[in-house]
């Protein structure tokens, strides 16, 4: 077995079951609750309990009457079995992330701790969408999605593929790990709002694209956001990273372009669907087949995904105008006025005066300024 060492602070040993204790090698104790479960894979008794947390299950392709076909599944109980071992395993890469590669890159950048917590950030969310989005857009081009988009209406609901079910399981255990990763990275409280929020926008809209059988559709649209999403920590990397503006600003603007169109083309494609695509075929409700096309979840989800989208286009729009203006305003630097003398003051308000006048006048004026005025006899 191999052991991951976890984030430490100091060089003493703290006492075993501390919160110190936890936090500094919570991710050898996770891989040895991992190990269990592929242990058990290996001796007879327990094969079938641990093949229940490791495999996926719910197949619904009949091989014994072709053999050649390609295995599909469906949702059911079991996969909360899958989820929670991916759940161990997506901690465990977590940590060797962040140990390995993460902690080092930031020692040589010598951040502040505000930007250092930002970093961490980003840096493992772009790991994150960055291969998300690549399994997304293999599966988009192995199924041939995009070229056959009618087929998220009419085929629904679609059995999913092992590509595609595994892909929803470890959406589904990334954001369920986020929250003990609140504990283990020591999270600051006013980054927790924000952090948990993140999570349970994500782990609720996997969940419900999952459990209604949009799961297509739901590829498409997490496609869209990773991409966007990953364009726009990439440029806040760069932002600390490179002291060239210029590169700087052209990476935002990419990203910018980009985080736009992924939340009106989501949008666009929602309202496609559920008011057009879905509402041409029967309406049904079977909880056993997985059908959940009846006008109560089409026009649900079109004002569900509307609102929260377009929320986040105001969130992202609002902020790059306050930006613009804080980058546009003057800045105003308030100077001392140093005490002048009487003299001076009558010195330069003479010269003012001057200043008016052609030059010849100017001369003939300094030179009678500067003769010594007559005594009265």
């Known amino acids: 077995m191999v052991t991951v060492k976890g984030r ?29 479960f592929v242990i058990g894979l290996m001796i007879q008794v327990t094969s079938p309990w641990a093949y229940m947390f490791i495999a996926i299950h719910h197949n619904v392709t009949n091989t014994t009457e072709d053999p050649t076909a390609v295995v599909k599944y469906t949702t059911g109980w079991k996969d909360s079995c899958a989820v929670f071992f991916y759940f ?18 930031s020692k040589r950048l010598h951040l502040s701790k505000v930007k250092l917590s930002k970093f961490n950030e980003s840096s493992q969310l772009i790991v994150f969408y960055t291969a998300s989005a690549l399994w997304a857009i293999d ?26 079910k595994l892909f ?32 349970t926008i994500g782990l609720a809209f996997t969940f419900a ?31 600390f990273i490179s002291q060239k503006e210029k590169r700087t600003k052209l990476a935002f603007l990419v990203a910018n372009s980009v985080y736009i169109f992924a939340h009106v083309a989501t949008i666009a494609l929602t309202c496609v669907v559920f008011l057009y695509g879905l509402r041409k075929q029967e309406f049904k409700f079977d909880y056993t087949t997985g059908n959940f096309n009846i006008p109560a979840v089409q026009f ?24 613009s203006r804080e980058n546009a305003a003057p800045v105003v630097v308030k100077t001392k006025s140093k005490p002048k003398s009487k ?16 030059e010849v006048d100017q001369a003939t004026k300094k030179n009678l300024r500067n003769r010594p005025s007559a005594k009265a006899k």
Not at 8 to 23: A, G, R, T, V
Not at 147 to 155: K, R
Not at 343 to 358: F, H, I, N, Q, T
Request: aromatic share 14%; charged share 20%.
């Open 300 to 323: 649900s989800a079109v004002l569900v995904i509307s609102l929260f989208q377009g929320y986040l286009l105001y969130v992202f729009i609002a902020k790059q105008i306050k930006r």
């Open 88 to 105: 161990l395993i997506t901690i465990i890469i977590h940590a060797v992330l962040q140990e390995y590669i993460f902690d080092k890159i």
């Open 209 to 239: 694209a999952y459990f209604f059988n949009f799961q297509h559709l739901a590829l498409i649209f997490l496609t869209f956001h990773y991409v966007g999403d990953a364009l726009l920590h990439t440029a806040r990397l760069i932002h």
């Open 8 to 36: 430490k602070s100091s060089s003493k040993n703290p006492p075993i079951l501390s919160h110190e204790f936890i936090i500094q090698n919570h991710a050898d104790i996770v891989s040895c609750v991992a190990m269990v």
């Open 343 to 358: 003299k001076r003051e009558g010195k330069k308000s003479a010269l003012s005066e001057d200043d008016d006048l052609p």
């Open 139 to 164: 599966i988009i081009i192995r199924e041939n999605i995009l070229l056959n988009v009618w087929t998220l209406w009419e085929e629904y609901p679609m059995p999913m593929t092992a590509y595609l």
């Open 168 to 199: 929803f399981i470890g959406q589904l255990s990334y954001w369920l790990h986020c929250y003990p990763e609140l504990y283990f990275q020591r999270i600051k409280k006013e980054d927790i709002l924000q952090r948990v929020f993140h999570a």
